[in-house]
């Protein structure tokens, strides 16, 4: 069983200093580089670590948790981090000047949270409020920001410079889950999302390991696009068109 000191290692602080500390590394090398991923040697290595701890630790408590826990039981799971996310949903909704999307969010979260049993049923969505993904990466990206480098962050995986400062500032001041005076429950709190997210993608690591010729150029390829997908709202890039 994991210590509370290992836990820890997941708290804010950690999250921030690791964003803080990509931001660093990168400012340097991409004003120097035309590609979107001029820390290739670094970002392999770190990515074969993190692959590495996934095989022999994450991955294997993952596939326990669902052979484990009934369907259902995951699926409520799911919905209450789900309804936290849209916490970080709604700030940067606002941040963006979306505010028609801004108010069916708050919608989403207000029903969720008081009829779903904080979230472990999603009424909402049986409602028609649409479940959106928004964070503060987006939101430096819709004003304008470009992505910069890519990067492979220990631990947390596939970013950017703009994307791992927006994880810190989502991290550090709008995920509810940090903010928990009560360590013990912040810890397991944040290992049971991981958790619960892994388990959902277990599927999907199988279809890249069989589909994929470089695991690594395709996680990186597949991330920028969809960063840039969601940037956008689906929409091509003015460049594109």
């Not at 069916?104 to 979260?109: A, E």
């Not at 049923?121 to 004003?143: C, I, P, Y």
Request: proline residues 5%; hydrophobic residues 40%.
């Amino acid at each position: 069983m994991m210590s509370n000191a290992c836990l820890l290692t997941y708290s804010k602080k950690t999250l921030l200093c690791a964003s803080l500390a990509t931001t660093v590394v990168c400012s340097g090398c991409a004003s120097t580089a035309d590609s979107s991923d001029p820390l290739e040697p670094f970002n392999r290595a770190m990515y074969s670590f993190n692959e590495g701890l996934d095989e022999v630790a994450i991955k294997p408590v993952a596939t326990g948790y669902r052979q484990v826990l009934p369907a259902p039981v995951q699926s409520g799971v799911r919905n209450f981090f789900s309804n936290l996310d849209d916490v970080t949903v709604l700030v940067n909704d606002v941040l963006q000047l979306k505010l028609a999307q801004g108010v069916s969010d708050f919608m989403r979260l207000i029903f969720n949270t008081a009829f779903g049993v904080l979230g472990f049923a999603d009424v909402a969505s049986e409602m028609g409020l649409r479940k959106h993904n928004e964070d503060f990466g987006q939101t430096l990206g819709r004003w304008g920001i470009g992505s910069g480098a890519y990067v492979v962050l220990p631990f947390f995986g596939p970013s950017s410079l703009r994307d791992g400062l927006g994880f810190a500032m989502d991290t550090h001041y709008i995920d509810p889950v940090p903010a928990l005076d009560d360590v013990p429950a912040r810890n397991w709190t944040v290992v049971t999302r991981a958790v619960s997210k892994r388990a959902d993608l277990l599927d999907a690591t199988r279809t890249v390991e069989a589909a994929a010729l470089d695991d690594y150029e395709f996680t990186r390829d597949f991330y920028l696009e969809r960063r840039e997908s969601l940037v956008n709202d689906g929409k091509p890039h003015q460049a594109d068109l």
